[in-house]
């Protein structure tokens, strides 16, 4: 544990301890690499650092660190893992890490079972074997009575916290009935928690005070969604004096349903209504982000159309005067065409002085004429 020095005194190996620093430290963390002397300091070390103790064995190390140790810890660690995936292969139970139930063979009870739910338009989802939750399903089809009988969840929010037997304190109340008939209605279903003469309602009557205050006709009802973009959020209203069966139709039930049961009109805290399926898948295509840049759009469109409005009589005067302008400018324009028209005209005679002109060159066309006319005889004389 110690060395020795040249002067021949010892010296700590590890030097001294991290978490007290009174003694010579003994023990190196295998993760942390933080030096301890006793086991106090290791557990104070643990509970302030949150280490566990255990060397993370997929810790990066350089090549040139790489001893005999790393070398041989890597390589447990692949034969670990690959014992690991033989084991999971051999499970018949784990062997598959998703559920395809096009291609999975169902026992024939729950064949008949997905195939009666199918026919009453219920989108039945049965999960693999080694979940909790198909362990726990007893929903069964009465083959005689061509009648299903659900397990269902009820839980009951806003109630009084009460610490459980963990001694945590539960703001939901979760009750489970192993079989409910189809054809039985919510209210009839859920009374035997409200109504103070059974026994059930008088064991709980701490707990659902405020529901058994409110009574069954004040009491709403809401099926979790599944199946659905953000079905963590998401619930369906369902209608007390509507059939277990009916309420179910057209949604996706994962094993069986779970109900909330409030005595408010909203749906519980963290969760949204929806109306159907498809109205979630459409909301969903649209992101948030989306969604907001989409109204604000419109309402910057809404303050456009608004300041377009006050400011059309402002338009319209504007757009007065610049037809005047126009139409006076054209005016001008035309009055400028008729005074170059006046002054070609101008300088072409009028018809009267045109016809006068026209009969002087007649006459004076006639009179040369007849000159000539008489000329010619005395000329033929001398030349006679």
């Given at each position: 544990?110690t ?5 021949g ?5 590890l030097g ?18 933080v030096?301890t002397?006793?086991l ?13 103790g ?18 041989m ?10 014992r690991y995936?033989?084991?999971r ?7 598959f890490t998703h559920?395809?139930?096009?291609n ?8 008949r079972?997905?195939t ?9 989802q049965?999960?693999?074997p ?7 399903n ?14 269902v ?15 945590q304190?539960q ?11 189809e ?6 279903l ?8 059974q026994?059930?309602a008088l ?8 529901h058994?205050?409110a009574?069954?006709g004040q ?5 979790r ?10 619930c369906?209203?369902?209608e007390?004096a509507?059939p277990?069966?009916?309420n ?5 039930i994962v094993?069986f349903?779970?109900i909330?049961?409030t ?10 209504a ?11 295509a649209?992101?948030?982000a989306?969604k907001k840049a989409?109204e604000?759009?419109e309402?910057d ?9 006050l400011?059309e009589?402002q338009?319209?005067s504007?757009?007065v005067d ?5 139409e006076?400018?054209?005016a001008?324009?035309?009055?400028a065409e008729?005074d ?5 005209a101008t300088?072409?005679?009028s018809?009267?002085?045109?016809e ?6 007649n ?5 040369s004429y007849?000159e ?5 005889p ?7």
């Amino acid at each position: 544990m110690t060395e020795t020095s040249s002067n021949g005194s010892f010296s700590p190996r590890l030097g001294m301890c991290e978490v007290c620093a009174a003694k010579e430290a003994r023990y190196a963390c295998p993760k942390c690499e933080v030096k301890t002397c006793s086991l106090a300091c290791v557990q104070i070390h643990k509970k302030e650092l949150a280490c566990d103790g255990q060397r993370d064995r997929t810790k990066f190390v350089p090549l040139s660190q790489m001893t005999a140790r790393e070398f041989m810890s890597d390589y447990c660690f692949l034969e670990e893992a690959t014992r690991y995936a033989e084991a999971r292969q051999s499970d018949r139970s784990k062997r598959f890490t998703h559920d395809n139930s096009n291609n999975r063979s169902l026992p024939v009870p729950q064949h008949r079972l997905r195939t009666a739910a199918h026919s009453r338009s219920i989108r039945l989802q049965l999960l693999l074997p080694n979940f909790s939750r198909h362990k726990e399903n007893t929903t069964y089809l009465d083959w005689k009575l061509r009648r299903l009988f659900w397990r269902v969840e009820w839980l009951f929010v806003n109630i009084p916290l009460e610490e459980d037997d963990d001694g945590q304190a539960q703001p939901v109340a979760r009750f489970v009935d192993a079989r409910c008939d189809e054809n039985e209605t919510l209210a009839n279903l859920a009374l035997k928690y409200v109504d103070l003469q059974q026994e059930t309602a008088l064991r709980h009557r701490k707990r659902l005070a405020h529901h058994q205050t409110a009574g069954i006709g004040q009491l709403n009802f809401w099926l979790r969604a599944e199946g659905v973009p953000r079905s963590a959020t998401c619930c369906y209203a369902l209608e007390a004096a509507k059939p277990l069966g009916k309420n179910l139709a057209g949604k996706t039930i994962v094993e069986f349903p779970t109900i909330y049961v409030t005595y408010h009109p909203k749906p519980p805290l963290g969760l949204e209504a929806i109306e159907s399926e498809l109205d979630e898948e459409i909301s969903s295509a649209c992101p948030p982000a989306a969604k907001k840049a989409k109204e604000e759009q419109e309402e910057d469109n809404h303050d456009k159309s608004n300041n377009r409005s006050l400011l059309e009589p402002q338009v319209a005067s504007t757009c007065v005067d610049d037809r005047e302008l126009e139409e006076d400018s054209s005016a001008s324009e035309e009055e400028a065409e008729i005074d170059i028209f006046r002054g070609i005209a101008t300088s072409f005679p009028s018809e009267d002085e045109s016809e006068e002109e026209d009969e002087d060159n007649n006459l004076a066309f006639e009179g040369s004429y007849t000159e000539q006319g008489d000329a010619e005889p005395s000329e033929r004389k001398s030349g006679t």
